[in-house]
């Protein structure tokens, strides 16, 4: 067979060009720019190398302000893929060793003769996306999981009827258990009841939760400012992703649950409205503040679980599976439990501000005559002075249990998807080889 020619590599966006110099710049300690689109060295195929890369760099020293003022120099590179057995050896990475994956760049010798470069895979994942379609199969799969739970803990966190306006019978009437609301809810509405207000949850959460992934992969890996790119983001960077993803995400949330908690609330019998009634109904009565009802709570609730969320997550695949941050060699038991406890740990760490919102969202703004709680503040004051502190708990148990199982299914179907998603990149290693540095 004839070899096939070396396909010429354009330079094209932006975006990449940032990346992979800050990528390169960090792993070599010198600042160089590269010219070269990620989605190209994507389409490498086994057939179709080693291809030639052409750049254009400019040596100065480390911490050299004003790098991009030296004079450009010409560089030339191959890339080929190596196995990762090989990737192990060439880069000294001990953890990659195995047929794992290996991640970080090494350069060897000094800019400007031979530098060999890996691109991790990671950092191909990460430019096409992946979380983000990732992600969105995670949050399909938890609300397939979770969301009989989920009504469950909607329905016990609610305050007891009022008998006549502002009087209720708290005192008298103990809230159910968890287990006597699910028979009572079985029995009186059917097995239906608990998957009502699913259908929309399983479109808007597969985009809240794919936006949730796609952020917290960049904001990561941006945050951290470590030279190596050769270890995983650090606990610190992992926590504060999470703490800007939560308040970020809350734009999204914060509407789909006062549709979904309103959706769960209606009892049977009544007409039953569907989401997009429910949104125009909303709509008409009380504009968007209506539809952004309870979104400084969700803020609120969701900004530090988040933080908590990822970095439980983060932390206890390590400890369950030492050294996967970085290989991503995993079980799928580790990943449903580090997913289960992260979601547990996220939920205990704001479960008082869950029920506040669950109230605060599912009062109507215009029945009764007046809405009960007045805002977040006032929620808390009366929901403990009329029914006492451990008001502030109820439902924790299904909230609890839901979340396990919930965040076990987000997680588990998400490092599936984005396995399989990078499957074809992710089994090898691509070497970026200066050939030649022409120097004027
Ligand atoms: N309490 C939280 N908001 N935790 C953060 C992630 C929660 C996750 N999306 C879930 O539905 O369980």
Redesign the pocket.
């Given at each position: 067979a004839v070899p096939l020619p070396p396909v010429p590599y354009q330079p094209t966006h932006a975006e990449s060009i940032r990346f992979t110099h800050r990528r390169t710049r960090r792993a070599s300690g010198r600042p160089s720019v590269f010219l070269g689109s990620a989605p190209a060295l994507q389409r490498v195929r086994a057939d179709r190398e080693p291809f030639s890369a052409f750049g254009i760099g400019t040596k100065r020293e480390a911490g050299d302000p004003g790098a991009f003022l030296g004079r450009p120099i010409l560089l030339v590179y191959t890339i080929r893929s190596i196995p990762p057995r090989e990737g192990a050896r060439e880069s000294g990475d001990s953890r990659g060793g195995g047929g794992g994956l290996v991640r970080g760049w090494s350069s060897s010798s000094s800019f400007g003769r031979t530098v060999s470069m890996e691109f991790w895979p990671e950092f191909l994942a990460s430019s096409g996306g992946h979380e983000f379609v990732a992600g969105g199969v995670g949050?399909m799969a938890?609300v397939l999981a979770?969301h009989p739970l989920?009504t469950l803990r909607i329905r016990l966190q609610q305050p007891p009827r009022p008998v006549s306006p502002g009087i209720t019978v708290a005192r008298v009437a103990r809230p159910p258990s968890a287990v006597a609301l699910l028979r009572g809810i079985l029995r009186a509405e059917g097995p239906g009841a608990l998957y009502r207000g699913m259908g929309a949850p399983l479109a808007s959460?597969a985009f809240?939760?794919a936006m949730?992934f796609q952020v917290y992969a960049i904001l990561s890996r941006s945050l951290d400012r470590r030279m190596s790119t050769s270890e995983p983001p650090s606990y610190t960077s992992v926590a504060l992703a999470?703490v800007g993803t939560?308040a970020l995400q809350t734009l999204i949330?914060s509407p789909v649950e006062l549709v979904k908690i309103r959706l769960q609330l209606e009892a049977a019998g009544r007409k039953r409205q569907g989401p997009v009634d429910m949104v125009r109904d909303i709509m008409r009565r009380e504009g968007l503040r209506g539809i952004y009802r309870g979104l400084t709570v969700t803020a609120l609730?969701?900004a530090p679980?988040?933080g908590?969320?990822f970095w439980t997550y983060e932390y206890a695949r390590e400890r369950l599976h030492p050294g996967c941050r970085s290989t991503g060699q995993e079980s799928l038991a580790t990943m449903l439990v580090s997913g289960g406890l992260?979601?547990v740990a996220?939920?205990v760490?704001?479960?008082p501000l869950?029920v506040v919102k669950s109230r605060l969202q599912a009062q109507t703004q215009t029945h009764p005559p007046s809405p009960r709680y007045r805002g977040v503040v006032d929620c808390f004051r009366k929901s403990v002075r009329e029914e006492g502190l451990p008001v502030l708990w109820r439902g924790l148990g299904t909230a609890v249990a839901?979340?396990f199982v919930?965040?076990g299914a987000?997680f588990s179907a998400y490092e599936l998807a984005l396995r399989f998603l990078v499957r074809n990149n992710g089994r090898q290693t691509l070497v970026m080889e200066e050939m030649k540095c022409h120097d004027h």
């Open positions: 949050g938890g979770g989920d959460v809240q939760n949730v999470g939560g949330l609730r969701d679980s988040h908590v969320y992260a979601g996220s939920w760490c704001c479960y869950d839901r979340a919930v965040n987000i």
